[in-house]
């Protein structure tokens, strides 16, 4: 089975501040990785995804997440937050790449002006 | 290119009462997902079609929801009856299918209020 802890249910940075938000996943095959943005009222935008290639990936809107087998970890970070990056983040992760997705319990990010 | 359409966008209804929504999947794409998100939750699957053969609908509560992809487009998924602890926003994904490497494409939800 598979699963993803998303540490932080709430996070909250000043404009211009970096962004971490945390994800550990559990997979006993190489799993492939996503991060969704979801904005209010709307569906999950992906931001970036992991599929066995390079180990640091780079996504939209200036994100990008590193892959860590040793840590089981799938980190996204912005380096500088922008008011319209207030969202909510999930980490998810699947065996195949149009398998199910299994979503973390998501990080409300909020930007302080 | 056109995205996941869904409609209708938010529906209330009274428990008890049956409710329907709709999906059209981006075109050319074989496999579609149900999702329902909770409130404050991650989406969760509830069914996935491969074509209009549904492969994975092990989290379905088959008691009272049902789906079907007639011809392998779009889909209906159906709650009958509706409780209200079915009250979520109900999300439709499609993706290319088996064997490509790439993510699933979301639609913007039913939000369902039972009363």
């Known amino acids: 089975a598979q699963s993803v802890t998303q540490l932080g249910s709430h996070v909250s940075v000043s404009e211009g501040a970096l962004v971490l938000l945390r994800c550990n996943y559990s997979s006993s095959v190489p799993p492939y990785l996503f991060w969704y943005v979801q904005y209010p009222n709307q569906g999950l935008q992906l931001l970036l995804k992991y599929t066995s290639a390079a180990t640091l990936v780079k996504g939209i809107n200036g994100f990008e997440a590193e892959f860590k087998k040793s840590e089981t970890s799938f980190h996204l970070t912005k380096p500088s937050a922008h008011m319209s990056d207030a969202a909510e983040y999930f980490c998810?992760?699947?065996?195949?790449?149009?398998?199910?997705?299994?979503f973390g319990t998501g990080t409300r990010l909020t930007i302080i002006p | 290119e056109a995205g996941v359409v869904q409609s209708p966008r938010y529906k209330i209804i009274e428990k008890k009462q049956p409710v329907a929504f709709w999906c059209n999947p981006i075109?050319?794409?074989?496999?579609l997902y149900w999702y329902r998100q909770n409130l404050g939750q991650g989406p969760e699957l509830l069914i996935r079609y491969e074509n209009e053969e549904a492969v994975d609908d092990s989290q379905l509560p088959k008691d009272r929801f049902s789906a079907e992809r007639l011809k392998g487009v779009d889909s209906t998924l159906k709650i009958q009856p509706a409780e209200l602890g079915d009250s979520a926003v109900y999300l439709c994904?499609?993706?290319?299918?088996?064997?490509?490497?790439?993510?699933?494409?979301f639609g913007q939800g039913t939000r369902l209020t039972v009363v």
């Open positions: 994904a499609s993706s290319p299918g088996a064997g490509n490497r790439t993510e699933a494409f």
């Open positions: 075109s050319g794409h074989n496999t």
């Open positions: 998810a992760v699947s065996r195949f790449g149009n398998e199910k997705l299994t």
